[in-house]
């Protein structure tokens, strides 16, 4: 089953604030429900953590990470998506392919770091090895005896694949169902991302190039890292830097799938400070209405997407454990923003959105302690800032069966 049929999207209305600001209506009723729409158990207990493993993140397409680890043929990286260990392989195609990181003798993970392999990658216990598309290449001393035939059946004995599809610099996979026809999974992915490839039309992705990138291992369950993601209530106590209290106000929510959501700060970009004399070149052809906007959006579970006029920020994450997410955060800009005389302005912006993303993790630890506390039972979203969060946590709770 894929996200894109496991759920009933049914739009929502919208009605605007006393500010001018588009609030999405949403599951919550009053301001004072008493009630969390998960219960604080979910964030804390491995048995709610090895359900959501299997109904959230092994269930449709998931953010598994980026196509940058394997720029090269040979490349392979191996990964962790709903407690599978998996492997991303740059073929000798330049294809990006996706497998379970489990050897066809005795199941032995190939890797657990990064490598950079010439033509195949081998099993350290008993050397079978496997092309880079997957394929059994060799198992010595199978019978026995020397020999370079291949035993019977090894067409069957390559690496199990992974459905796959590359977005913007992201792999993505399926472990739910096995696309025979990858050009089925690219129509199903396609489906998939059809909400927020429509509003990004004007960028062209296939330019983007790193500016920099870094990982976050953080004790916290992963769902608080959506939650906060989504909250923008916090920004001007929190983020300060991030702009005049009047544009972190200044923000819409934004519902355009039950599995895409987020908002749109329509001045986000305003008002900053410069961060260097050389602005950088935009990411496509940038609508003039949209050169100061900023949106933000959960591809739901576990990419959460950053984009403005000239910068495009990723942060993927693997749900490691019910009280550890790791996230992997990368900064893109245009390809010609990666000349040397830009070089200022690109390090000015990785350090602020680097430094924006560490002012949140003392939150986040301190959320993660709270959910230890009978009262994170009784907790009160506000309607006028936490509808696109209880959207959220009611695909949450609809999916790993809370309601
Ligand atoms: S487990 Fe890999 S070759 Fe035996
Ligand atoms: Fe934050």
Redesign the pocket.
């Known amino acids: 089953m894929t996200i894109s049929d496991s759920v009933t999207a049914v739009s929502p209305t919208d009605h605007v604030s006393a500010a001018g600001n588009r609030i999405v209506s949403g599951p919550l009723q009053s301001d004072s429900s008493q009630r969390a729409l998960i219960p604080a158990r979910a964030y804390v207990g491995q048995e709610e953590f090895d359900l959501e493993q299997e109904r959230i993140f092994s269930s449709g397409w998931v953010w598994a990470g980026f196509a940058h680890w394997v720029d090269e043929p040979g490349k392979v990286h191996p990964v962790t998506v709903g407690g599978k260990p998996l492997l991303i392989i740059r073929g000798e195609d330049e294809q990006v392919r996706v497998f379970h990181n489990s ?6 993970a ?1 890797l657990d770091e990064p490598a950079k392999v010439r033509r195949r990658i081998q ?6 090895s496997y092309n880079l598309d997957g394929s059994l290449h060799a ?1 010595p001393y199978f019978k026995r005896e020397r020999t370079r035939a291949l035993p019977e059946g090894a067409d069957d004995l390559g690496l199990l694949a992974v459905s796959s599809r590359v977005w913007a610099g992201m792999v993505f996979v399926n472990l739910a169902t096995d696309f025979a026809d990858t050009d089925a999974a690219a129509a199903d992915f396609a489906e998939m991302l059809a909400p927020i490839t429509a509003r990004w039309d004007h960028v062209d992705f296939d330019r983007i190039h790193l500016a920099d990138e870094r990982e976050f291992d953080i004790a916290v369950n992963w769902k608080l890292v959506v939650e906060n993601f989504l909250d923008f209530y916090h920004l001007p106590f929190i983020h300060p830097q991030v702009g005049p209290v009047s544009a972190s106000l200044d923000v819409d929510d934004v519902w355009l799938a039950d599995h895409i959501i987020g908002g749109m700060y329509p001045r986000g970009a305003a008002g900053k400070t410069a961060k260097s004399d050389e602005s950088l070149p935009f990411l496509g052809d940038v609508p003039v209405e949209r050169t100061e906007s900023q949106d933000i959006f959960c591809v739901f579970p576990n990419a959460l997407l950053f984009l403005e006029a000239d910068w495009f920020q990723v942060i993927g994450f693997d749900a490691a454990a019910p009280d550890r997410t790791v996230e992997h955060m990368a900064i893109f800009v245009d390809c010609d923003a990666a000349a040397e005389k830009y070089g200022p302005a690109r390090k000015s912006l990785t350090n602020i959105l680097f430094e924006v993303n560490e002012q949140d993790l003392p939150i986040l630890h301190r959320l993660q302690v709270g959910r230890h506390s009978p009262a994170s039972d009784r907790t009160n979203l506000v309607t006028h800032w936490d509808q696109i969060t209880a959207h959220f946590q009611d695909l949450v709770a609809r999916k790993a069966g809370y309601q």
């Open positions: 050897c066809r003798h005795r199941g032995m190939m099993c350290a216990y008993h050397c079978w198992t």
